[in-house]
């Protein structure tokens, strides 16, 4: 139907030059924004033949490969005609004013490579076709209101190196294989968030992480599992404000750490904190060598905390 219509624009001797359906996509997002005040989308119109002259458009071989139009306060929503631009590999539409559900034909452009949608209002839950994106690297939904569990085909995205889902909604206990199959993350952020459960027993196999692994401000609980402490040792791991139990293992990663990174988490004891162990906690079994015996159902009971701003400035 959309090539039917877009025949008949162009039956006409007199015209030139006809906008290709790449172009008519992307004017369906400029229809989508209520409000441009930077004039960001001007020159997005109908006269071009194709949009890569366009204002934050590239292309390769007169194919759309990028749409980057970041910090331009554009309002609107994310229409499903985005899903037609099957060569796109990079989105960045970083701190506008979104707002909507996240369209599931965006998950058919199977060659994105980074989608970069932080600093927006996008709601609702994150489709569980996330996992058709096999050559994902950048994922960066943070300080958005999405909701519902992280879905568990994200495990599939095994190239995917940066994952940042921090404030904002997600509940629900992360995916079965979240460290198996996501050993290429470098950067992982999932703070300020209502994930519950336990933290997976496979974690220690994200050996490729770096700088700080943010697990703050959740509901997760349980015991800490050993194989955190198979991380890189540079690796900071930020556990402050979940409902942690149980001492704290002296392995790797976790050493030598100060008691900053595990404050807000009354029930845990032992080094570094100053709440000593009692002999019942001392000898719990770690859910790293038995994976088994986790409680993924089991739910937090601390309060909701108010989302907190970032300090400092986005390097992004």
Known sequence: MF???????????????CLNNEGYALLSFKNSIYEDPEGS??????????????NGIACKEQ??????IPNNKLRGFLPSALGSLFDLRHLNLRNNKLFGA???????????????????????????????????????????????????????CKRLRTLDLSQNNFTGSLPN???????????????????????????????????????SHNLFTGLIPGSLGDLPEKVYIDLTYNNLSGPIPQKGALMNRGPTAFFGNPGLCGPPL??????????????????????????????DKERGLRQGERTK
Do not use: M
Not at 63 to 68: D, K, L
């Open 63 to 68: 194919r759309v490969v990028s749409i980057s």
């Open 41 to 54: 989308l001007s020159n997005w119109n109908s006269s071009h033949d194709n949009p890569c002259s366009w």
């Open 102 to 156: 996240f369209p599931v034909e965006l998950l058919e452009v199977e060659g994105l490579q980074s989608l970069v949608l932080y600093g927006n209002s996008l709601s609702e839950s994150l489709p569980n076709q996330i996992g058709k994106l096999k050559y994902l690297q950048t994922l960066d939904l943070s300080e958005n209101f999405f909701n519902g569990s992280l879905p568990s085909s994200i495990v599939q």
């Open 3 to 17: 090539s039917l219509v877009l025949a008949l624009l162009c039956f006409h001797g007199v015209v030139v030059t």
């Open 177 to 215: 294989g979240f460290g198996t199959g996501l050993v290429s993350l470098e950067n992982l952020d999932l703070s300020f968030n209502k994930f519950n459960g336990s933290i997976p027993w496979d974690f220690g196999n994200l050996s490729s992480l770096q700088g700080t692994v943010d697990l």
């Open 274 to 303: 100053k709440n000593p162990c009692s002999l019942d906690t001392t000898g719990a079994t770690s859910p790293s060598s038995h994976p088994l015996l986790q409680d993924n159902n089991s739910t937090g009971n601390l309060a």
